[in-house]
């Protein structure tokens, strides 16, 4: 016995991919958000319609080196703060809208911080409404003459729709309207919730023109919410049950045929006008998780996503039927979504269930974010790393958006205050690389072959033909030229009525008999018809007056039917009224006991920090009236220290100003006797030499006490030392530094240094090529003469390639006149002349009252020295 092979499982058929190559890039736009209050610190700066500027608040650092950063990024668009709500669906929604009526899918959701205005871009107030009620107001302004009845589109659980008859779908409303406990009024007449009655005003409704006018369409509407990662039906109707309610059941996602995302069990309600989708839209907004946090106060706490799905399917060749086959029904979606705001735990205030909900929100925009940076890397850098869909809710119900099966748009919401610059920046970060992913084109249904126009033919002729009976006043359809046609053919047959001959007596004749043969059949065929409709007409009136007499039997009955129902239902509305305003009453107090709370938490914490604070302005008053007694009294000893500075200062200033008055006194003095002298006509000897007056001491150089003409001092004769060479003179190579505003003295000695480079600024290439450095530096003495100095030092190589200049030795060079005539200074005071000398070239005044000197720094030769005296040189 042959066992037969065990079959395999097939393989599932790979996704369908579109035909079209083009794709399209994310469209992301940029929303900003009115500050809260006016002198609020703001980071938000919108330079033009595409870009924005974000600026660091103040004391925020962005980088490493402390220094502030602003960054600019760029959108599809970017909306101000006075922007409206129709401007924004005009250039965001709007285009999708019109490819959902043309059978192509979109999707839009809105993400940001939370408190930046996400729902009311989404959903709107009271005369602003969001994108969500606009979209739904378009697409039943553009389809609503080609709508069709209600259960003639039916969907299935396996994510497809079916089409049914007209008597199927007639069946299927007595039905679900005998299984109502009320029968419910139209759509036309159902009281709006006053919350969105007037979300959008006339004026600002918008329609597509170029709608497919030989189809019939329906609407669908399913709301769902993810929260915590699992996902609920916000429109599923549960029984309350107030002693041990039942929590609500998650969904789960599963895959159609054509690898399509969609939520099995869950309920999509059709809804024939925008007012009833927006009905039931809010019936599942009220259900929806939020919650109030530090920063909102009404924070979604889950991702809400309505899904509206539009299924559409040609008529007949006709134009009067839909056809009956699942494969001409086209069916597209739209999805918008309104995610949950990114938070953190810290700012919030956030504590157990609030903690874990903000979690799951983060993890999730996480996942997000990290699907879109793997798609971004997949298409740049050619690789083929798989995207973690399904590790989130979020991403793994939208797959199939990024994977080609619709447009996809973002509205990045931002609130522009500086607390929340780092989430904002993060944001902004993640809408731009989300603008670098590129999404596939869908592509466009296929067109049926029916010839266009039949919708307007068929009402066409159904115009005339209404027409046609109002004028005559009966049936005038195909039965009844049947019947005309028949009773023609049940005439007798008209013989031959061709002549050949004028002379022909039988044909004519014969014609003649037929014809009244027929006119003697037709009148008894009338009079028939007469007798029968006679007949018809007395039992008509019979029915007639039958169904009078029904009819108002009926409408008393149905008189007092609607009398009960409009109690009923007035009583019902009273009902619904009150518990509705009971709920509100509830959570109003719920939310101002909440409220409560923080404000006396809040009051707490306030009052405690006031405490602290005034202790710790008690404490540093304390330490003030401290620090300024002590600094009153460092004060006035400073103050005492430095007057008495100031008037040791004046005093010497005062005596150093008489000493400079004295010398010159005494110098001028000894000119006068040297010129008084040298008028003389012959010369007497000269006194002998004494020795030079002895200064007078601080106490005793007083203005008043100052002698009226110079004691005689006696001349010596000068000694006249060999020049002792400078010591710059060496082996060595020198640098000569010489700034550009030295003086030219005119001097007989100079620093001559051989070997040397004379330079007006030190370089470092003239260092290099040096071993020594010599700088010549003047300045006035305490005499008022020019003294000059020569700073020595040894250049030195450095560890870094350089050189440097080690100063080691200090020359000055002084110039100063004589202040007696005839008379050489002493080599020393206290000690006696070397010799006798002969006056010489002492004799006449220049020579006496110039001498030229020469010290070294450090020497044993002072001020008061005599080194070696050269007579100046004249000038031509």
């Not at 059949?521 to 029915?543: C, G, T």
């Not at 509100?584 to 006396?600: A, F, G, P, S, V």
């Amino acid at each position: 016995m042959i066992r037969q092979a065990k079959g395999k499982t097939p393989r599932r058929p790979p996704p369908k991919k579109p035909s079209s190559n083009q794709k399209d890039p994310v469209g992301v736009y940029c929303r900003v958000r009115p500050l809260g209050v006016e002198d609020e610190e703001c980071c938000i700066e919108v330079i033009s319609s595409t870009t924005i500027q974000l600026h660091a608040p103040e004391g925020f650092k962005t980088n490493r080196n402390g220094e502030y950063k602003e960054t600019q990024y760029s959108f599809k668009k970017v909306f101000r703060v006075s922007i409206s709500q129709m401007e924004l669906f005009e250039d965001v929604a709007k285009p999708l809208v019109d490819d959902l009526i043309h059978g192509k899918n979109g999707l839009l959701f809105t993400y940001g911080v939370t408190g930046s205005g996400k729902t009311f871009t989404m959903t709107g107030s009271p005369g602003q409404g969001g994108l969500l009620p606009r979209s739904l107001d378009m697409i039943f302004n553009s389809i609503a003459p080609y709508q069709a009845k209600r259960y003639v589109f039916k969907t299935d659980d396996k994510n497809g729709v079916e089409v049914q008859s007209e008597v199927d779908a007639l069946l299927e409303r007595q039905r679900r309207e005998n299984n109502l406990p009320v029968p419910k009024t139209s759509s036309s007449r159902q009281k709006l919730d006053p919350e969105i009655a007037d979300m959008i005003k006339l004026e600002e409704a918008y329609k597509t023109d170029d709608v497919d006018e030989d189809s019939s369409y329906s609407v669908f509407v399913s709301y769902i919410e993810i929260y915590n990662n699992y996902i609920y039906d916000l429109l599923e109707e549960t029984q309350e049950d107030a002693i041990k309610p039942k929590p609500p059941q998650s969904k789960i996602l599963r895959e159609d045929q054509n690898h399509n995302m969609y939520v099995a069990g869950c309920m999509e309600v059709e809804v024939k006008s925008a007012e009833e989708a927006f009905q039931v839209f809010w019936r599942g907004q009220k259900k929806r998780k939020v919650a109030n946090t530090r920063l909102n106060r009404e924070s979604s706490r889950s991702h809400s996503v309505l899904i509206i799905k539009l299924a559409q399917a040609p008529l007949d060749a006709d134009g009067n039927n839909i056809l009956q086959d699942k494969s001409q029904v086209t069916v597209s979606q739209l999805c918008l979504v309104d995610l949950a705001g990114s938070e953190r735990t810290g700012r919030t205030g956030a504590e157990g269930t609030r903690i874990r909900e903000a979690g799951n929100i983060n993890q999730s925009l996480l996942n997000l974010r990290t699907c879109i940076e793997i798609l971004r890397e997949n298409q740049m850098c050619g690789t083929n790393r798989m995207v973690p869909y399904r590790d989130s809710k979020v991403t793994h119900l939208f797959k199939n958006y990024f994977d080609g099966e619709g447009k996809v748009r973002m509205v990045v919401c931002v609130n522009p205050k500086a607390d929340d610059y780092e989430e904002t920046l993060l944001v902004m970060r993640f809408a731009e690389m989300t603008q670098e992913v590129e999404v596939a084109r869908p592509v466009d249904r296929p067109i049926c072959g029916f010839t266009p126009g039949r919708r307007h033919r068929n009402q066409a002729f159904q115009e005339e033909l209404s027409r046609k009976l109002e004028g005559r006043g009966g049936p005038v359809d195909g039965d009844v030229h049947s019947v005309m046609s028949h009773l023609v053919h049940s005439l007798p047959p008209l013989p031959s009525s061709v002549v050949t001959d004028p002379h022909d007596d039988i044909t004519l004749p014969r014609l003649i008999e037929a014809l009244q043969n027929r006119h003697r059949i037709r009148q008894m065929m009338i009079e028939e018809y007469n007798k029968a409709a006679n007949v018809m007409k007395s039992k008509l009136q019979e029915l007639d007056n039958n169904l009078i007499s029904n009819d108002h039997f009926i409408q008393e009955q149905n008189g007092k039917l609607t009398e009960k129902d409009k109690m009923i239902q007035s009583s019902k509305a009273e009902i619904e009224r009150l518990e509705k305003r009971i709920k509100m009453q509830e959570h109003k107090i719920d939310i101002l006991q909440k409220t409560t709370k923080i404000y006396e938490d809040d009051k707490r914490a306030l009052q405690q920090e006031l405490e602290t604070r005034d202790q710790r302005l008690q404490r540093e008053q304390s330490d003030k009236r401290r620090l300024e007694q002590r600094m009153h009294g460092v004060v006035s000893d400073t103050q005492f220290k430095w007057e008495k500075e100031c008037d040791r200062r004046v005093n010497a200033m005062q005596l150093e100003m008489q000493n400079k008055l004295w010398v010159k006194d005494e110098k001028l003095k000894q000119l006068k006797a040297i010129v008084t002298e040298s008028k003389t006509p012959g010369r007497p000897d000269p006194p002998p030499r004494q020795t030079q007056p002895k200064r007078p001491s601080r106490e005793e150089r007083l203005p008043a006490k100052r002698s009226a003409s110079p004691s005689p001092v006696p001349t010596t004769t000068p000694v006249r030392p060999l020049h002792r060479r400078s010591r710059s003179a060496g082996g060595e190579k020198w640098v000569d530094h010489k700034p550009s505003s030295s003086m030219d003295l005119g001097t007989v000695l100079q620093p001559v240094i051989p070997n040397s480079i004379q330079v007006s600024a030190a370089t470092e290439k003239a260092l290099s090529k040096c071993d020594r450095y010599v700088l010549t530096h003047q300045e006035v003495a305490s005499d008022g003469e020019v003294q000059t100095k020569l700073i020595k030092g040894e250049v030195i190589k450095t560890r870094g390639g350089g050189q440097a200049v080690q100063f080691t030795d200090i020359e000055t060079l002084k110039q100063e006149l004589t202040t007696v005539p005839r008379r050489k200074r002493k080599s020393s005071e206290g000690t006696p002349t070397h010799g006798d000398q002969t006056d010489g070239a002492w004799t006449d005044v220049e020579t006496r009252c110039s001498v030229a000197m020469e010290m070294r720094a450090g020497s044993n030769m002072g001020p008061g020295y005599e080194h070696h005296g050269i007579t100046k040189r004249r000038k031509p």
